[in-house]
């Protein structure tokens, strides 16, 4: 079926919705680009702004014992780790809500097309195969678009959220390292193991 003739028969909120959902679809490209380049880039800028955010502390040390300087460093990457956290997941709602709302956009341009349709073939009195084919295949063109742009977005919004969990597992091993070096620099092997261990499970267990 040629397009044009699908654009002329249909009315201004079949026009609508199909605007409608084009604007969706190029959201769902621009985010999805941006946030796989933001992600790239945070991995590097998320590790140094840990590392920073201990090293503005050490000239508070001097006057806390090793275990308030754990508690005060474990606060600081805590806090930096749910800054990053937020800068990384910017857009991620967009995307879940274009790949949920977007089918049910092209549902509703296919049921007001065969309401129109079927109206058509009321008020002409023949209900033949030639008369409802074209209107039928026209508003269903719209449940079409609908599943062109969801599929997308959901694709867009599993690989997002898979990169996000990426980097949080290593940010979370790059805490755990940073809080070792800085705050038990003359600990064995053993007992920085063991420092590493219980690091873990308190910054696992503070998280938001």
């Not at 999805?32 to 955010?53: E, G, H, P």
């Not at 295949?137 to 742009?149: F, K, N, P, R, Y």
């Not at 597992?169 to 219980?198: F, M, R, W």
């Amino acid at each position: 079926m040629n397009f044009s003739i699908y654009w002329q028969h249909a009315d201004a909120i079949s026009k609508t919705l199909y605007f409608v959902l084009l604007a969706m679809s190029i959201a769902t490209w621009c985010i999805f680009i941006l946030r796989v380049m933001a992600t790239r880039q945070a991995k590097n800028t998320a590790v140094r702004a840990l590392t920073q955010s201990v090293d503005d502390l050490k000239g508070r040390f001097s006057a806390l014992s090793t275990e308030q300087r754990k508690v005060v460093a474990e606060q600081a990457l805590l806090q930096q780790m749910a800054r990053s956290r937020v800068d990384i997941e910017r857009g991620l709602p967009v995307l879940g809500t274009i790949a949920s709302i977007a089918p049910f956009v092209g549902l509703f341009g296919t049921v007001w097309g065969i309401f129109h349709a079927l109206v058509a073939i009321g008020n002409s009195g023949q209900a033949g195969l030639a008369q409802v084919a074209a209107p039928v295949g026209e508003s269903l063109i719209m449940t079409g678009l609908g599943l062109a742009v969801a599929i997308p977005a959901v694709l867009a919004y599993n690989i997002c959220t898979r990169m996000n969990r990426v980097l949080t597992h290593e940010l979370h091993d790059k805490a755990h390292s940073v809080l070792i070096e800085n705050l038990l620099p003359g600990a064995t092997t053993q007992e920085a193991t063991q420092a590493h261990k219980a690091t873990a499970s308190s910054l696992v267990g503070g998280q938001a």
